[in-house]
């Protein structure tokens, strides 16, 4: 399923919507069953200029990077999701170590916790998580963490681990407000997922509220979680307006200021080029 080209030709400039960064998605799971070319198109067509597709194990975090190598305005990160924690061994951390080094990498994860599906046990998960917190330190970039109803022991992980000068980001927010401000408190952004469409979210309603658009980062998260009124089907980067759209309805501002800090922080927390270049 590679679709081996060379680099395609890439819409650099939308057509109507201000510019935003889709700071998660998992392309390499999308491009298997869609033409990611195609996928980049219609994304950048809708402000989506940029995106960082993200490793979950050695193997996609490969990928990423082969994507990223493969396609203007993609980035990769690598890493081992809580999932697979029971892969994170001394050969794996070497790997993921080696990996980093490429050009392309623009941060570490997705690392952390996940005590709802509990796919690896918990006291494994949190092996996995410092060991890589340390070594993501270690390779000073930023850390991007997943956290389903484990935000006590991500708190305290990043404390023990921590400082982290390069900073990090909780990619689909699911905290309370006290989270909300815990994590900020200590450096990291909060990443707003396709979810808060979703009129059940009212928690995640007030920490948009209450924290600021300098702290905010937006995801797809894609191809799961798809914003309404796509909710259901499978996600893509260019559904990431929804959630632009709604973050700027909640906190009554336009969709440009939405889109600008969001933007201006991917960028500054990734070191990502400034997208208006000309290709
Ligand atoms: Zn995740
Ligand atoms: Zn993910």
């Keep these: 399923m590679k679709h081996i080209n060379t680099t395609p030709p890439h819409p650099s400039k939308p057509i109507n919507n201000p510019q935003l960064i889709d700071t998660h998605c998992h392309l390499d799971m999308i491009a298997a069953h869609a033409d990611v070319n195609t996928v980049l198109s219609e994304a950048a067509q809708q402000g989506v200029t940029q995106v960082i597709t993200i490793g979950i194990d050695v193997q996609s975090s490969q990928q990423a990077i082969l994507l990223a190598h493969r396609y203007q305005d993609v980035y990769a990160t690598v890493g081992v999701h809580p999932h697979n924690a029971g892969e994170v061994k001394p050969a794996v951390l070497r790997k993921l170590a ?57 708190y305290r992980l990043l404390e023990e681990a921590g400082p982290f000068p390069q900073g990090g980001v909780i990619h689909c927010f699911s905290g309370d407000l006290a989270f909300a401000e815990q994590m900020v408190a200590m450096g990291f952004a909060l990443s ?22 300098t702290h905010l980062l937006v995801e797809t998260d894609s191809p799961y979680l798809a914003p309404v009124p796509f909710r259901g089907k499978r996600n893509e980067p260019k ?16 969709l440009a200021a939405v889109a600008q800090a969001t933007t201006a922080n991917a960028i500054r927390l990734f070191h990502l080029p400034h997208a208006d270049h000309d290709s």
């Design 192 to 213: 707003i997922p396709g979810v808060v469409t979703f009129s059940s979210a009212r928690s995640l309603h007030e920490v948009i509220r209450h924290i600021d658009l």
């Design 98 to 154: 080696q990996l980093a080094g490429d050009s392309t990498v623009v941060g570490f994860g997705e690392i952390g916790l996940d005590y709802v599906k509990n796919h690896a046990p918990q006291k494994i998960q949190r092996r996995a998580f410092t060991e890589q917190l340390h070594l993501a330190k270690e390779l000073n970039l930023p850390i991007i963490i997943h956290d389903r109803e484990a935000h006590a022991d991500i």
């Design 239 to 254: 559904f990431l307006i929804y959630t632009a759209q709604k973050i700027a309805e909640i906190k009554e501002v336009s």
